[in-house]
T-cell receptor, first 114, second 112 residues
Framework: NAGVTQTPKFRILKIGQSMTLQCTQD?????MYWYRQDPGMGLKLIYY???????DKGEVPNGYNVSRSTTEDFPLRLELAAPSQTSVYFC?????????????FGSGTRLTVV | GDSVTQMEGPVTLSEEAFLTINCTYT??????LFWYVQYPGEGLQLLLK?????DKGSNKGFEATYRKETTSFHLEKGSVQVSDSAVYFC???????????FGKGITLSVRP
């Protein structure tokens, strides 16, 4: 059982480039989330989804887009990368809203924008 | 809105020392409470949880008790090991908005 898988693990982007961070889960979880983690700042929610075809903004959605065409996949798109998007990105999933069992996290993507 | 406050860090302890990491919360309704651990270079892992008042969550020698009267969920371990060096996050969920609310995390370093 792989859990939540994120690719790539590391990436360096130039300012203005775009990329997609991939996230897939094999637990048949309805809910999926994208967070960014900056040093000393904890986790900030970017976007989340409560099921296929449904997405919503979190605290810091600007500069990002998501889609949820299947239950398994929840890719995060960065358009026109900026240095402020240098961060570690985590994808997570949960069966319900997280109240009973919390979230399962992926191992993260470390992104540097130069 | 919901919020989680963790004590300021970092924390440095010697091996076999007693550990307490404070966590208090503000929430509407009756939240579930969680502690997550993040080892260097890895994602967050659920360490323990409690879903109602007076519940005690425990795992790997760590414990935390859900105290509704003091709105707290402090993490404790009687004897820390070097392998416990990590970042620890307290979190809550009310389930109403489909999201966990995290504290800022605290870095624990255990020296031999």
């Amino acid at each position: 059982n792989a859990g939540v898988t994120q690719t790539p693990k590391f990436r360096i982007l130039k300012i203005g480039q775009s990329m997609t961070l991939q996230c897939t889960q094999d637990m048949n979880h309805n809910y999926m989330y994208w967070y960014r983690q900056d040093p000393g700042m904890g986790l900030k929610l970017i976007y989340y989804s409560v099921g296929a075809g449904i997405t919503d903004k979190g605290e810091v959605p600007n500069g990002y887009n998501v889609s949820r065409s299947t239950t398994e996949d929840f890719p995060l798109r960065l358009e026109l990368a900026a240095p402020s998007q240098t961060s570690v990105y985590f994808c997570a999933s949960s069966y319900s809203a997280g109240r009973e069992d919390g979230y399962t996290f992926g191992s993260g993507t470390r992104l540097t924008v130069v | 809105g919901d919020s989680v406050t963790q004590m300021e860090g970092p924390v440095t302890l010697s091996e076999e020392a007693f550990l307490t990491i404070n966590c208090t919360y503000t929430a509407t309704g009756y939240p579930s409470l969680f502690w997550y651990v993040q080892y260097p270079g890895e994602g967050l892992q659920l360490l323990l949880k409690a879903t109602k008042a007076d519940d005690k969550g425990s795992n790997k020698g760590f414990e935390a008790t859900y105290r509704k009267e003091t709105t707290s969920f402090h993490l404790e371990k009687g004897s820390v090991q070097v392998s416990d060096s990590a970042v620890y996050f307290c979190a809550l969920s009310t389930g109403a908005n489909s999201k966990l609310t995290f504290g800022k995390g605290i870095t624990l370093s255990v020296r031999p």
